[in-house]
């Protein structure tokens, strides 16, 4: 084995062992007292309602990735800001293109419904 592939193989040794030290160490140590209401489902401190294997609407995920989505993209927006000096005028040409794709992205979905709840 070459020399610069130790350091990797030493990693992967490392990040195999720990977990399974972790996990063979929580199975040798924690107590294991059954009972029906350990056995329970929990739901926020209140007794389940309903199946658990109930269907949900993709209309209540659209929202939650669009604003992944712009929110990641709005990061990118504090790196420029910290730069923004010493980008010079070509930078700001560039953070203006950025926020305007930001904007055009941002009225299509608001206009084809993808916000809305109902």
């Known amino acids: 084995m070459r020399f610069e592939y130790v350091a990797i193989a030493a990693s992967l040794a490392i990040a195999a ?23 329970e489902a929990f739901e926020c401190g ?21 604003f992944v989505v712009f929110d990641i993209e709005v990061v990118f927006l504090y790196l420029w800001a910290v ?7 070509y930078g700001f040409i560039e953070g203006l293109l950025f926020v305007g794709v930001l904007t055009f992205g941002l009225v299509y979905v ?9």
């Open 17 to 39: 062992l720990v977990p399974t030290l972790f996990l063979l160490g929580g199975y040798l140590l924690r107590p294991r007292r059954p009972s029906a209401v350990k056995g």
């Open 46 to 66: 209140n007794p389940p309602s309903g199946s658990a294997w109930g269907r949900f609407s993709v209309k209540f995920y659209l929202p939650a990735i669009l």
């Open 83 to 89: 730069l923004f000096r010493s980008l010079g005028v």
């Open 110 to 118: 608001w206009r084809k419904g993808a916000l809305e709840w109902n």
